[in-house]
């Protein structure tokens, strides 16, 4: 398969990074063991937490997201999209575990994101207290960012 090279944000590693083209259409780079979709220009990233709700408190747990969606809104710092989804099976949690997704352009607009909402008082209160206190509705049970590799609508 033909290599080609797979640009990082150091130019001593572009100079020796090589990826090469995997059947799925995809290009694997072997120096940083990732892959890229080769038809995407910009990679969209993706916030995920993942929550267990306290039993007869999702009502409380989707107004906290409703809310949070509401401050970013007013920040000005809007997501590509922002779901939550409830899980209805799988090897932990059943109806109680919610997984919380929020996307943006590139890492860039995230962190502009995330620093603007964390920075502000009503968001701070919404998860440090609302969500996060002691009769908050739902208990954390892990966070991760990451990118899109595949997306279909329709």
Known sequence: MPWRVHLHRSSIINSICRQQAVPSGAVFCRLCDTVTPRKVTQMQQVWTDTWNVKPGRAEDFLGVMERFDEILTRLD????YHTV???FGGPVGGFLTFHHTFGYPSYAAYGVAA??????????????VTLLG???????VSASIGQVMFSKTG
């Open 115 to 128: 620093d603007t909402f964390f920075d502000d008082p009503e968001f701070q209160e919404l998860f440090g």
């Open 134 to 140: 002691a009769d908050g509705p739902a208990e954390s």
């Open 77 to 80: 710092v809007r997501p590509s």
């Open 85 to 87: 989804v409830q899980q």
